[in-house]
């Protein structure tokens, strides 16, 4: 059984309302648990099934006709999930990192769907499944207390919050303001040094010269003044390298390796 799930639409910034009830961001796979004859069945956002993946979930506790929504992580140092081991996880069967199921909904429960329900009630419903799994945990949250929930998630390099309404419905493949999330971005000065042809994908490095990765997307305008300044000094099949140029760039926590992570063009330098 699969419910595709409800989506988050993006704010600039957290505001303390009771209204609301704040989570932790995860960074890892959104997951979608069901039980049907006896079967825990595992799916991605996008319906596919992935339960072979995931062997410890099996002995998911759950009554018959339950679905749950929420976030696989491998927890990492934050303990909020480290994107680049659960994506080991994901794609390699000798991967070996320990899991952990944060489920923070409920959509279905005894075969009825819930998903009409406020998210408050949703929520004691699932407090009510007493999940007691090792490799589950429970995201009850937090009512208000946004913005110091997000300065704590700040301090230590968490990917952000998320914040719902509490009287909200489940809203099934939709983006909703009633599901909020705040990205934990950071700003880094880099150098533009080439781009790749095929896609025209700029090359990045550090100010010392070190790889920074590559930005694919840049506004149309900012595109068009970086090819007027441009001079190619070097090219090859796949790559034309240019004089640097320097520019600020917005993006997420950074790769265990140094490198910037879903970036983006932010300002000139």
């Not at 319906?47 to 072979?52: I, M, Q, S, Y």
């Not at 899991?99 to 407090?127: H, M, N, W």
């Not at 009512?143 to 809203?171: Q, S």
Request: hydrophobic fraction near 35%; proline fraction near 4%; charged fraction near 30%.
């Amino acid at each position: 059984m699969f419910i595709s799930p409800m989506l988050l639409e993006s704010a600039k910034e957290p505001f303390n309302s009771d209204d609301y009830i704040t989570e932790t961001k995860f960074d890892g796979i959104r997951l979608i648990a069901s039980r049907n004859n006896g079967l825990i069945r595992l799916y991605t956002r996008h319906n596919n099934e992935v339960t072979a993946k995931f062997p410890e979930l099996l002995t998911l506790d759950i009554p018959d006709g339950t679905i749950l929504d929420g976030e696989l992580i491998v927890p990492g140092s934050t303990g909020a999930g480290d994107f680049e081991a659960v994506m080991e996880r994901f794609q390699s069967r000798r991967s070996c990192h320990p899991i952990v199921y944060c489920v923070f909904d409920v959509l279905q429960i005894d075969g009825v769907s819930v998903t009409s329900k406020p998210l408050s009630e949703r929520k004691e419903l699932l407090a009510g499944l007493k999940l007691d799994h090792p490799n589950v945990k429970v995201v009850e949250g937090v009512r208000g207390n946004a913005a110091d929930y997000f300065e704590l998630v700040c301090k230590n390099k968490i990917e952000g919050i998320v914040m719902k309404r509490a009287d909200a419905p489940y809203a099934e493949n939709k983006r909703s303001d009633r599901w909020l999330k705040i990205v934990n971005y950071e700003y880094t000065d880099v150098l533009i040094t080439g781009l790749r042809k095929e896609d025209n994908a700029l090359l990045l490095s550090y100010m010392d010269g070190q790889y920074a990765g590559v930005m694919e997307f840049m506004p149309y305008g900012e595109r068009r003044k970086l090819h007027a300044d441009r001079v190619i000094v070097e090219e090859t099949e796949r790559y034309a390298y240019i004089d640097p140029i320097g520019c600020r760039v917005k993006h997420r926590v950074k790769t265990k390796n140094g490198l910037l992570r879903i970036l983006s063009f932010h300002e000139w330098r």
